[in-house]
């Protein structure tokens, strides 16, 4: 027999003498052959392999440790047998092929820190770090169940809130012609911008509000502003809900609530792109922060648009 060997039976637990503790003489058996029943799997290895690193195996079979065994010789390790083949392998080669899953790996370190192989904890957590980052999503968008996960969200988030309701079935009428489509830029258009901002921006996705396709702001915990896509229209004899893709407008929204990042500081550049009509500010304050926090609340509006389409004479 050469080599180490594993016994796969799975001991069943059996009424008898209870497990006796001795220190294990193995100092001068070298390649001989010892026999390990860990947490039911058996295993056959040599006191070699055992003590080649510095580790509690080696401090079992080198005589500084008790050791628990059976009746029949067995030595008794309280631990999971699944990874022990590979940490022999591991304490005879030193190196091993680590499992492809990641719980696997999980197992395998947890194995390795409680037999103190800091050279295979090193290999599972350089394993694990290298798979966060191949699967790491690039942006992760919580999708809302329910309002109070809606307002946790927001208070808690360190970032400015940028949120998208639709609801496709929540319509008692017909859309007109070009909703869907409209729909669906709406839909896009968030996906680009939370590619791009996800750093800055929290994004999130409702699906279950009362809106059809509504866009809100959020900025230190407050609502900024909101952007409503939806009117009722008369483009024939009956009302139908009309969807509508205001992308300036949706684009400039965003831009202002990257002034309420964290620290809180005003972007000049960002006032800049942002700004109103020179018209439409009638009122000047020698605060700067009380003019910027006035010229978000007056965007507080819900936007709506309703007219007629249906051709004169009809």
Known sequence: MSGDTCLTTTLCPAAGPKPKACSFKGGSLGNKYVRL????????????????????????????????????????????GKHFGTILNYLRDDTIALPKHRQEIKELMAEAKYYLIQGLVDMCQAALQDKKDLYEPVCSIPIITSPKEEERLIESSMKPVVKLLY????????????????????????????????????????????????????????????????????????????????????????????????????????????????????HSEDDEGFELRDRVRRIHVKRYSTYDDRQLGH
């Not at 680009?192 to 750093?199: M, Q, T, W």
């Open 37 to 80: 029943n860990v947490g039911g799997s058996l295993y056959y290895t040599t006191v070699q392999v055992l003590t080649r690193h510095d580790t509690m195996l080696k401090a079992m079979f080198s005589g500084r440790m008790e050791v628990l065994t059976d009746k029949e010789g067995w030595i008794l390790i309280d631990r999971c």
């Open 167 to 282: 609801n496709r079935s929540n319509n008692k009428y017909s859309y007109t012609s070009n909703s869907d489509d409209n729909l669906l830029k709406n839909i896009e258009l968030f996906d680009k911008l939370s590619l791009r901002f996800n750093g800055r921006v929290l994004f999130i996705k409702d699906v279950i509000g009362d809106e059809i396709c509504c866009w809100s702001f959020y900025g230190q915990g407050r609502k900024l502003a909101e952007v409503c896509c939806t009117s009722i229209v008369y483009a024939t004899e009956k009302k139908q809900t009309k969807v509508e893709f205001p992308e300036a407008r949706i684009y400039e929204e965003t831009l202002n609530v990257l002034l309420y990042e964290t620290p809180r500081v005003p972007d000049n550049s960002l006032l800049e792109a942002t700004s109103r009509s020179r018209s439409q500010a009638s």
